[in-house]
C-alpha cells in the first residue's frame, strides 16, 4: 500500500506540472501570442471535442476495432512462433537475428505498399497494426522463456516434467512479465498503426477523419482528433496493464523483487 | 527412541555408492577418484572447501551430470547420467514465484501423475511437519528465507523420500536461523525415514548433523578423510560442547 501511496503522489506532481503547461499554453491563446488558426486554445479544444465527438465516436470505434485484431493477430503470432524458437534451438539461431534486424525496417513505410496490394479496406490497416506489434511482442516473449533459471529447469526436469508441463508451469509464467512490457509497447503502437494505415487511404477511422478535418483547416478538429488518439493508447496501455495485474498476482505489492527466484 | 541409532549403521544396506569417480571439465580436473558411501538412513556430510567439486559430485549423483570415469550405485544399481532416483536440493531455494507455498511443494506429485486436487491433500498432510500450516496459500515471496528453505525441503521429500542431496541448503540463511534450521531438521528426521547427503563447508553444521563426515581436498578434489561421528542423539545445543565434538572439529580444522 505504501508503495501504492508513493506512485499517487509521484503522479500528483506530475499532473500539477502538467496543468501548469496547459494553462500556458491557455495564457499564449488568451494573449493572442500566437494566432488560433495556428495553436488553438486548449479550452476551445476542448470545446471542439465535445461537440464533435458523436461524429468521432463512429471513427473510434473503426479505428480501435482495426488496432484490437491487429494486436490479438500480432500476439497468437508471436506467442506461437515464441515458443517455437525457444523449443527449436537451430530454428532461434536462423530466426531471432532476422527478427532483430527487421525491427530496424519502419513499419509505417510499408503502409502505402499494403494499399497498392490490398486496397482501401481494412485488411490493410490490420496489416501494418500486426507488424509494428509483433516485434515488441517477438521479442520480449522470446527473451523471457530464455531467461528461465537453468537449474530450476533442472529441477522440473529431474523430477520427469516433459516438455508441455516444463512450458506450461515455468517457462510461460517466467516469461509473462516480460511479455508484458512487450505487450504495453505494441499497445501504444496499435492505434498508431491503424492511424497511419488509415492515412494511406480508407473510408472510416479517426485517421481519415484526421485528413478530412485537416483538409477543412479545422486546427482545432486536428486537435481534438489527437487528443482522442492520445486517450484511446492510454486506455489501451491500462487495459493491458489490469489485465497483467489480474493474471500476475505474485508480482503485486512485492517487498523485495529482486531476491533471485527467477532472474 | 530415535530413528538414527547413535552409531552409523554400518550394516546396513548402501543406498548410494560412488565409486572412483573422476570428472574433468576440459583440461581442469575437478574430482580425482572420490569413493564414498550413503548406506540407509543414514546422515553423511560431505565437507570441503567452497569451489572444490562438491557441487559438481552432486549433480553426478543426481543424473544431470556424467562422470568421466567411475561408477554410481544406487542400491546397487547403475544410476550414471539418470535423473529421478533421488531428489536433490540448493542453496536457492527454487521455488516457483508464480504459485502457492501449497502448490510449489505438490509439483512433484502432480508430474509423478497425480490429480491436482489429490496431491494437494496429500502435500498438505506434510505441511505442520514442515511448519508451514499456516502458510498454504502464501507465494514464495511472503516468506522468510528459513520457511522458504522448508517449503524447498517439503518439495524434495515429496519427489523421492528415501535418498535426498541437500547441497549447502541453509547456507543463505543467516547465523540463527540456520542453527534454528538444523534443530528443526534434526527433530524432523526423527519422525521420516531417510538418507540424505549433505553438502557443505561448515564444519559445525557438518558434525552437529552428520552419522559420517568426508572431508574432501581442494581442486581437484580427493576424499582426504572421512569420520564417523559419534556424538549421541538426539543432538541439542549441549552437544556443540562436548568434548568429542571438540575433539572432530579439531582433527578436520588440521585437515582443511
Known amino acids: 500500500m505504501k508503495k501504492f501511496q508513493n506512485i499517487g503522489k509521484g503522479n500528483g506532481v506530475a499532473i500539477a506540472f502538467g496543468a501548469i503547461l496547459i494553462g500556458l499554453w491557455e495564457l499564449i491563446a488568451i494573449l493572442d501570442w500566437i494566432p488560433p488558426f495556428i495553436l488553438p486554445s486548449p479550452i476551445s479544444v476542448f470545446h471542439t471535442l465535445l461537440e464533435t465527438f458523436p461524429i468521432m465516436f463512429e471513427h473510434i470505434k473503426i479505428t480501435v476495432l482495426e488496432a484490437g485484431i491487429g494486436f490479438l493477430i500480432a500476439v497468437f503470432l508471436s506467442a506461437g512462433l515464441g515458443i517455437l524458437v525457444d523449443w527449436v534451438p537451430l530454428l532461434k539461431k536462423a530466426i531471432y537475428p532476422i527478427i532483430m534486424i527487421s525491427q530496424t525496417i519502419p513499419i509505417v513505410t510499408l503502409a502505402p505498399l499494403f494499399a497498392m496490394w490490398f486496397g482501401y479496406g481494412y485488411l490493410p490497416k490490420i496489416l501494418v497494426v500486426i507488424l509494428v506489434c509483433f516485434f515488441p511482442i517477438a521479442v520480449s516473449f522470446i527473451e523471457g522463456l530464455a531467461s528461465v533459471d537453468k ?95 489480474k493474471l500476475m498476482p505474485w508480482t503485486k505489492e512485492l517487498p523485495n523483487q529482486n531476491e533471485g527466484e527467477i532472474s | 527412541m530415535s530413528f538414527y541409532r547413535n552409531n552409523p549403521l554400518n550394516s546396513s544396506p548402501n543406498k548410494v555408492q560412488v565409486l572412483q569417480v573422476k570428472k574433468f571439465f576440459g583440461d581442469l580436473c575437478v574430482l580425482d577418484g572420490i569413493s564414498l558411501e550413503l548406506k540407509e538412513n543414514q546422515f553423511v556430510s560431505v565437507l570441503g572447501p567452497s569451489g572444490c567439486g562438491k557441487s559438481t559430485l552432486f549433480n553426478i549423483i543426481a543424473g544431470l551430470l556424467k562422470p568421466d570415469e567411475g561408477t554410481i550405485l544406487i542400491e546397487g544399481e547403475n544410476y550414471i547420467g539418470k535423473t529421478g532416483r533421488v531428489s536433490y536440493m540448493y542453496q536457492k531455494d527454487l521455488l516457483l514465484p508464480w504459485k502457492t507455498v501449497l502448490d510449489n511443494v505438490s509439483i512433484p506429485l502432480v508430474l509423478k501423475g497425480m490429480s491436482k486436487k489429490e496431491s494437494r491433500k496429500e502435500a498438505s498432510q506434510y505441511l505442520p511437519l514442515f511448519g508451514l500450516e499456516n502458510f498454504a496459500q502464501s507465494y514464495p515471496f511472503q516468506l522468510s528465507g528459513g520457511m522458504r528453505q522448508r517449503a524447498a525441503l517439503l518439495r524434495t521429500y515429496l519427489f523421492s523420500n528415501d535418498i535426498m542431496l541437500l547441497d549447502e541448503p541453509f547456507g543463505g540463511l543467516d547465523a540463527i536461523t540456520k542453527r534454528k534450521m538444523h534443530y528443526w531438521l534434526l527433530g524432523l528426521l526423527e519422525k521420516l525415514h531417510a538418507s540424505i547427503l549433505f553438502i557443505t563447508h561448515d564444519i559445525d553444521e557438518a558434525i552437529f548433523l552428520s552419522d559420517k563426515i568426508y572431508v574432501l581436498s581442494q581442486r581437484p578434489a580427493q576424499v582426504k578423510a572421512a569420520f564417523d561421528v559419534h556424538i549421541p542423539r538426539p543432538r541439542d545445543a549441549q552437544s556443540f560442547v562436548r568434548d568429542d565434538f571438540n575433539r572432530l572439529k579439531e582433527k578436520i580444522l588440521n585437515i582443511l
Open chain 1, 151 to 245: 537449474e530450476l529447469l533442472n529441477l522440473l526436469r529431474s523430477m520427469g516434467a516433459n516438455p508441455f508441463q516444463i512450458y506450461r508451469m515455468v517457462k510461460i509464467p517466467a516469461a509473462l512479465p516480460q511479455l508484458f512490457s512487450g505487450l504495453k509497447i505494441a499497445g501504444t503502437y496499435s492505434i498508431m498503426g491503424a492511424v497511419i494505415g488509415e492515412w494511406i487511404g480508407g473510408k472510416e477511422g479517426l485517421g481519415v477523419y484526421m485528413l478530412r478535418v485537416r483538409h477543412s483547416f479545422s486546427i482545432d478538429k486536428v486537435f481534438a482528433t489527437i487528443v482522442i488518439i492520445t486517450l484511446c493508447s492510454i486506455f489501451v496501455v491500462k487495459f493491458i496493464h489490469i489485465i497483467e495485474n
